[in-house]
């Protein structure tokens, strides 16, 4: 089962290893609370992470720009709920929810651990839809930026995963090549896909349980990727 012939293993950070959902809520929780905005979290929530993933759709096939995924999933989700706010308010909200996100890093079980026994055998790098503004700081404030050699944005690069050019710019900067590389994330399309129509082995690190085909090699745990690695 292991995989052999690898020097470069290439993660996912949002969903992969910043426990991005955990994070998110307790963003939004701080900034209802700044702003007194009256609104019951968990029934927010609910709606709001249907319509996020949406718009990030939306986002990765260069359909809508950053602006209006930032203040479209909110003024939807508002709308949803017949929760009347003033656009003024959504892009206050907007802002505060990028400048309070870096406050919060849980990582998902297994993170750390798994970042030690990787990096003494491979070089580690990081291959990120996220805004370029935010990541960094993900990486900084979760203590965890030290693992990776290189660190490829979709805004440093001009298109988002699954696009080949993204994946095609990290092997460069790392210098490493489709062959001795993996790529390990979340998101079939982009992560999974996006990597193994390029060529590039890929592992899908299937937190959300969704059903895969029996040909995508995956994890629940971040610990299983000793199996193969």
Same mark, same amino acid.
């Given at each position: 089962?292991?995989?052999?012939?690898?020097? &470069? %293993?290439?993660?996912?950070?949002?969903?992969?290893l910043?426990?991005?959902?955990? /994070?998110?809520? !307790?963003?939004?929780?701080?900034?209802?609370?700044?702003?007194?905005?009256?609104?019951e979290?968990?029934?927010?929530l609910?709606?709001?992470e249907?319509?996020?993933?949406?718009?990030? @759709?939306?986002?990765?096939? +260069?359909?809508i720009?950053?602006?209006?995924?930032r203040?479209?999933?909110?003024?939807?989700?508002?709308?949803?709920?017949?929760?009347?706010?003033?656009?003024?308010m959504?892009? @206050?909200?907007?802002?505060?929810y990028?400048?309070?996100?870096?406050?919060?890093? &849980? !990582?998902? +079980?297994?993170?750390? +651990?798994? !970042?030690?026994?990787?990096?003494?055998?491979?070089?580690? &790098?990081?291959?990120?839809?996220?805004?370029?503004?935010?990541?960094?700081?993900? *990486?900084?404030n979760a /203590?965890?930026n030290?693992?990776?050699n290189? %660190?490829? /944005?979709?805004?440093?690069?001009?298109?988002?995963?699954?696009?080949?050019?993204?994946?095609?710019?990290?092997?460069?900067g790392?210098?490493?090549?489709? +062959?001795?590389?993996?790529?390990?994330?979340?998101?079939?399309?982009?992560?999974?896909?996006?990597? *193994?129509?390029?060529? *590039?082995?890929?592992?899908?690190?299937?937190?959300?349980?969704?059903?895969? /085909?029996?040909? %995508?090699? &995956?994890?629940?745990? !971040?610990?299983?990727?000793?199996?193969?690695?």
């Amino acid at each position: 089962m292991k995989i052999n012939n690898i020097s &470069h %293993v290439f993660f996912d950070l949002d969903h992969t290893l910043w426990d991005f959902d955990k /994070n998110s809520a !307790l963003t939004f929780e701080k900034i209802f609370q700044i702003n007194k905005i009256d609104v019951e979290l968990e029934a927010f929530l609910e709606i709001y992470e249907p319509i996020n993933f949406q718009y990030w @759709k939306l986002y990765r096939e +260069e359909k809508i720009e950053k602006s209006k995924l930032r203040f479209g999933r909110l003024h939807d989700a508002f709308n949803a709920m017949d929760v009347k706010i003033k656009p003024s308010m959504i892009y @206050k909200l907007s802002d505060d929810y990028i400048t309070h996100l870096c406050t919060f890093n &849980h !990582l998902f +079980e297994g993170t750390l +651990e798994i !970042l030690e026994y990787l990096q003494a055998k491979y070089e580690l &790098h990081i291959i990120t839809n996220g805004f370029k503004e935010v990541q960094q700081g993900k *990486l900084n404030n979760a /203590n965890i930026n030290h693992f990776f050699n290189t %660190v490829t /944005n979709s805004e440093m690069v001009g298109v988002k995963k699954p696009n080949p050019k993204i994946f095609n710019q990290a092997l460069n900067g790392a210098k490493a090549t489709l +062959e001795n590389s993996i790529m390990i994330g979340d998101n079939l399309e982009a992560d999974v896909f996006g990597a *193994l129509n390029i060529g *590039l082995d890929a592992i899908c690190f299937n937190y959300h349980n969704e059903i895969l /085909n029996g040909d %995508v090699k &995956h994890v629940d745990n !971040l610990l299983e990727l000793k199996q193969y690695l």
